[in-house]
């Protein structure tokens, strides 16, 4: 009896985990509202460069397991519910997005995207949602030779961005003297300041204020002027209309007062046990990204 009791169980585990998988590989098609045209029928396919909280960053739940977090992802499930399509993630390093947006692979560029004009080349830009800032961090043990924005401007410091943002840019333009280091991801860059091998960075002010949670010593030293503020959603270049009924979305996100909610989740849960990065094939913490 207990030979048939524990062969039962198995087979019921065994069942278990496999419609655990095929449900979130065989996620059904959305009803699309809309009749909109995207690039996989009946889905929401969007990329997003997951190293950037509080916009797009691995949440830890209690078994410490890597989930999608961040006010940009749950934008991007406000958008794919409005719209009446499943939504689809794809994860990317930030120097990949602009490609997979130029290719057409994705409908949605959703990853604290600044409306630089060179970009509209290669995807349309929505309303803006949010209006990020720039900022120039550095340690607190250097805050006295980092007074203002004009000190980052010298021959013999190192100053980094994150590869392919517009923060790297703006390091060119305020850092023109010293030297220049770009990094694959956001995290990276944090990191080197942090163990001293960078002088200062330019990152967006909410991932600085974020990081500065998990690091004390991290020194946000001022705001960085930059033309084009805020934060747009991209869209596959040429589709009127769905960046028509995206625009409505985020409107209504913003205007009934549900995306401050998701700020404030965010916000919240960067503070937390949290992973930024790309996860290995099997969805788990690269081993390499630990500690
Ligand atoms: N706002 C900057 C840009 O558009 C940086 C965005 C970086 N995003 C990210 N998910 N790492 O260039």
Redesign the pocket.
């Known amino acids: 009896m207990k030979k048939y009791l524990a062969l039962f169980l198995a087979i019921l585990m065994a069942l278990t985990v496999f419609a655990g998988c095929t449900a979130a590989e065989e996620e059904p098609a959305g009803t699309n509202k809309f009749n909109l045209t995207t690039v996989k029928e009946g889905y929401l396919t969007v990329v ?5 909280a509080p ?2 960053f691995y949440a830890l739940n209690d078994e410490g397991k890597p989930e999608l977090a961040g006010f940009d992802m749950y934008l991007a499930q406000y958008i794919a519910d409005y719209l009446g399509l499943t939504l689809e993630v794809v994860p990317v390093d ?1 120097n990949g997005i602009l490609g997979e947006m130029a290719a057409g692979s994705a409908d949605l560029a959703v ?4 409306p ?1 004009p060179e970009r509209a080349e290669k995807m349309d830009f929505s309303e803006i949602y949010y209006g ?1 800032k720039q900022a120039f961090v550095t340690t607190t043990d250097k805050a006295e030779q980092f007074p203002d924005l004009a000190s980052a401007n010298k021959a013999g410091i190192s100053v980094g961005a ?1 590869s ?4 790297q840019e703006l390091a060119l333009q305020y850092s023109a003297d010293a030297e220049q280091v770009t990094l694959v991801k ?1 995290t990276e860059i944090i990191a080197e300041v942090i163990n001293g091998s960078l002088d200062g960075a330019y990152v ?1 002010w909410d991932v600085a204020e974020s990081y500065k949670k998990q690091y004390p010593n991290l020194h946000i030293v001022c705001e960085v002027p930059y033309e084009n503020d805020g ?1 747009i959603v991209g869209v596959a270049k040429g589709n009127e209309e769905l960046l028509k009924y995206v625009n409505e979305a985020i409107k209504k996100c913003v205007d009934e007062g549900t995306f401050a909610q998701y700020l404030e989740k965010a916000n919240a849960l960067a503070a937390g046990e949290k992973y930024e990065g790309m996860l290995d094939e099997e969805g788990n913490i690269p081993t390499e990204g630990l500690g």
Do not use: R, V, W
């Not at 997003?48 to 950037?52: G, K």
């Not at 990853?111 to 600044?114: D, E, K, T």
């Open positions: 997003t460069s997951p190293d950037y916009y797009e930030f990853a604290g995207l600044s630089e990020g994150q392919g943002t517009i923060q956001a967006e934060n």
